[in-house]
């Protein structure tokens, strides 16, 4: 499975920005998804999973109510719509895929990540 995440930018707060992350696997629909991101100095963490049919959504404390996970299984691609960003939401953020079917928020629970996409958020 290889993953490509883009989308990231710079953005001033208050904004939004949304990633994206394709993948090339035949299986896409079997992966549960998940959005990491790691802020300079900081240990990766996780942001957002969903399942392989998108229906089910799990996020962490401090994006949930202004972050989306989403996929299109037709486009083998996961989404993070982030909306009122703030200057704490800098981070590289990746995107990575496990056959996990418990929700799962452990780096180390992924097998497959992305190469990472830059967001910065300015004051």
């Known amino acids: 499975v290889q993953l490509q995440a883009f989308g990231g930018g710079l953005v001033q707060s208050g904004g939004s920005l949304r990633l994206s992350c394709a993948a090339s696997?035949?299986?896409?629909?079997?992966?549960?998804m998940g959005w990491f991101r790691q802020a300079p100095g900081k240990e990766r963490e996780f942001v957002a999973t969903?399942?392989?049919?998108?229906?089910?959504?799990y996020y962490a404390d401090s994006v949930k109510g202004r972050f989306t996970i989403s996929r299109d299984n037709a486009k083998n691609t996961v989404y993070l719509q982030m909306n009122s960003l703030k200057p704490e939401d800098t981070a590289v953020y990746y995107c990575?895929?496990?056959?996990?079917?418990?929700?799962?928020?452990?780096?180390?629970?992924?097998?497959?990540w992305g190469q990472g996409t830059v967001v910065t958020v300015s004051s």
């Open positions: 990575a895929a496990t056959l996990s079917n418990f929700i799962v928020t452990a780096v180390r629970e992924y097998d497959y």
């Open positions: 696997v035949l299986t896409f629909s079997r992966y549960r």
């Open positions: 969903l399942t392989g049919n998108g229906i089910s959504t």
